[in-house]
């Protein structure tokens, strides 16, 4: 990787692997083809709404444009009045995507009597404050922020609570996963005022500059291969060496051109940059999919897809390049051509289109700068350091904004969150995000759930019959703190005497 | 007061009456012609820095323009390492104003071994983002928020503490009095990660719409003249007609202009709408001074002036109207003269020139909505309902930005503030301002310290043989806390099993 054009390593490594995950099931509930089956029998609200003014710009008075935010509401299981309210605070993508891919939410809904909202993300699905415009350049792109979402989020939360009957009262938990995850814990951190509690799922708040070691993301993904076949992480780390053998002719560019059934062959050495950081990208995504049920991804997977893929990487030290490489491109068209639809494979192309990736590529320039490094010993990949400059140079060039390294643990608090409360952070044993997650009980009410056999944000998807029992007890127990946070609620608050 | 020139008003009633309190001692610490009382044994940093740079937008990455925040720094007393920080969280003018005028502060560094900084708030003194041209227009005043305020005050921390040797594990007390207290609540609630704790001292955290009635503030203001002497308060409130009866004519003009000694004469209706805001605000200054030792403000003022002032309004309900406007002119004198060296009376200058009173006002204009209104009956005032439309129409023409009424209510919390920790309220029951505050404990650690004969944050103050007893306590209790919020930081954060 130390060749690696940067550009496309952003985009491949740092930027856009948040979400792979959401796998789109067949529940289609949140889309607007099926609107009936999201609709509340009592009539209220659901997809755009038109009546109600988003600020462009919370933080600054000289702009007062506004744009429409969409958000999805289901209150089919609500109790009015004062009835909970779930609050899904959106992520990078389209919000009804994140709507089909957190069943959590909808089987929790009937036994909290609560109303579910899934609110869009500034910048991305509809919500696009200067529509078409929205990302022509890093003028309008500058309200796209954590801050300004967030506040989108309390401004629709009161409003809500303002004009629908019966929701006044009503306590609000937000939920989120991966950056999703992210704002809910900052949602609560910053507006306890509006979420009187928050799920923050496989949310890496601490991958941040000087929070967790940049190594650790790869070496959870290491550890996922290496678990579940023999020889597989060893083998993945050879294949790089004979990817630069192969590719050092042209006959063996095309070669594995061939072997992989590209779309594109390659060309040159910059292609094969190209091809590793894209092989690269798909063992993550692997990583963070790794599910223990088939599941319907950009493509469908198996059941415990890396065990799959592994059982093409179980050579011996003796293997030869080209036997290995055969094997990696076998493995490869597991995540890519599992059905065997596929005409061939697409390197520009490794997750759902659901995802705003140039939007989440700027927020990475700016404020969600996630230092990531490999070593090549500890991890299976080649070794890359953190370089903040040469990352920070390429921001400039292709938005004409600057990182800011130490804004988010500023602004966010970093590890200095223990003055907070009611957050759980729910982390998978199997998700390289985890990495930067919190994974211990910082107090009482800042409380971590590991799920050791969970991927990325599993207990945000819908149950299943192979779920692992931890994943299980997990939602269980998540729901417990709703009710605790909901009752917690419903006291008046308490005027005590300070003791001192 | 309901045909008042609205724009005056805004001036004079909802914007400038900030911390005319500011009363200026002998006291030179803080000013650069005596910067020796001020500077380090050790020889820290004192005044501008001129290394560090401070982002204009802490919340857009377009805009990365910087300025010179100016800070003062005392560390005489500072025990290295890791001795606590107090650090002034500056409001609407010049910091060396306020350093001055927080003896508290000054008097406590010794007892905690702490380091004292006054941070200058950006737009004032100055720190100026934009130099001569910040006021130049509303694309130059865009960035004079609160939330880039205290986004200021973090960093600044944060590269105090990554840089002073000794500081890095120093814990941050917030303190600030008004506007500045104001801040100090919110730097907590909002950055927990950078102050252990808060000082909110007479800071009207909800006097907002919605959270107080907006008449609290003159029912205050008429009963410190109610209990200062006999029907001192009946007869301001009979002065408003006796003015307009008086300025029905040419020669009462004249009359009242010469009784007044006024600089600018008054000549029309208008004048004297001018006339009736400038005594009302000179009422609510003196309330807010209505300290119980001679103080030198603007003009020195004697012991609990309120008392001196109502010695001239004693009349029976007989006083006629030029009788009863001259015992309003000897009493206006009091706080205007009395020293007797003021030549006339300037309706245009009731407070000190250290506040940046634009940017006050620009400041209500947009975030900063504060209600109020006055009723006749329960106050001492000509009848003025709270209107909003005006008020923000009246922005609109000045500066081209409206007010926006709820959002500090969303993003500061306003009465469901009960999660945070480790707030003081200090409030004076003289104090008008008062009705704003906090004055009962929330939880163990958002607490009320009231003082019933303290005006504006007599707490804040140096220490003074006249001090009543409340205010000694108060500020005994607030070390106490202080000691409290240290010793807690100290210990490390405690991980302990989740309870539910």
Not at 5 to 13: A, D, E, P, Q, V
Not at 214 to 237: E, H, L, M, P
Not at 437 to 456: D, K, Q, R
Request: glycine fraction near 8%; include cysteine.
């Amino acid at each position: 990787m130390t060749n690696r054009n940067l550009k496309h390593s952003i985009i491949s490594l740092t930027v856009s692997r948040f979400s792979f995950n959401y796998i789109s099931d067949n529940n289609t509930w949140c889309s607007f083809n099926d609107v009936s089956q999201l609709h509340s029998s009592t009539a209220f609200v659901i997809g755009l709404q038109h009546n109600w003014v988003y600020l462009i710009d919370h933080f600054g008075f000289l702009e007062d444009g506004t744009f429409k935010q969409r958000y999805l509401v289901a209150d089919k299981h609500w109790k009015q009045p004062a009835g909970p309210i779930l609050f899904y605070t959106g992520n990078e993508g389209d919000i009804t995507w994140f709507c089909n891919n957190t069943g959590f939410m909808w089987e929790t809904a009937a036994q909290l009597g609560a109303m579910l909202v899934f609110a869009e993300h500034r910048y991305y699905g509809e919500s696009l404050p200067f529509g078409q415009d929205s990302y022509s350049d890093s003028k309008h792109l500058n309200y796209l922020t954590s801050e300004q979402a967030l506040a989108d989020f309390a401004v629709l939360i009161e409003n809500l609570k303002s004009t629908l009957p019966g929701a006044q009262h009503s306590p609000v938990i937000a939920v989120g996963g991966s950056y999703g995850g992210m704002l809910s814990a900052w949602f609560r951190m910053k507006y306890p005022n509006i979420v009187v509690g928050a799920l923050a799922a496989s949310a890496p708040i601490w991958q941040f500059p000087g929070m967790v070691p940049c190594g650790d993301f790869y070496k959870i993904v290491t550890q996922d291969f290496a678990r579940s076949g023999y020889n597989c992480d060893a083998n993945i780390r050879k294949s790089w060496k004979a990817i630069n053998n192969v590719t050092s002719t042209v006959s063996g560019l095309q070669w594995l051109s061939e072997e992989f059934n590209l779309c594109s062959p390659l060309k040159n050495v910059m292609d094969t940059v190209t091809f590793k950081n894209w092989l690269q990208e798909t063992w993550v995504n692997l990583a963070m999919v790794d599910y223990p049920y088939e599941a319907n991804f950009l493509q469908p997977l198996p059941p415990w897809p890396i065990q799959v893929v592994c059982k093409y990487l179980g050579f011996d030290s003796t293997v030869s390049d080209y036997e290995l490489l055969h094997g990696v491109s076998q493995a490869a068209k597991i995540y890519y051509n599992y059905t065997g639809t596929s005409s061939c494979l697409n390197m520009s192309q490794t997750a759902t289109g659901s995802l705003g990736y140039l939007g989440w590529f700027y927020q990475a320039c700016t404020e969600m700068v996630m230092p990531m490094c490999t070593d090549g010993i500890q991890d299976m990949f080649e070794p890359e350091e953190w370089n903040f400059q040469a990352f920070s140079d390429e921001c400039n060039a292709m938005f004409g904004v600057r990182p800011r390294a130490d804004w988010a643990g500023t602004v966010y608090g970093g590890k200095d969150i223990a003055s907070h409360s009611n957050i759980i952070f729910s982390n998978g044993g199997l998700d390289p995000w985890s990495a930067g997650g919190v994974n211990y009980n910082m107090t009482e009410s800042l409380v971590s759930i590991v799920i050791p056999e969970g991927a990325h944000h599993l207990d945000l998807r819908y149950s299943n019959d192979h779920d692992p029992p931890a994943v299980r007890a997990a939602r269980a127990l998540e729901v417990k703190y709703f009710q605790k946070w909901i009752s917690q609620a419903k006291k008046a608050p308490q005027t005590s005497e300070p003791n001192i």
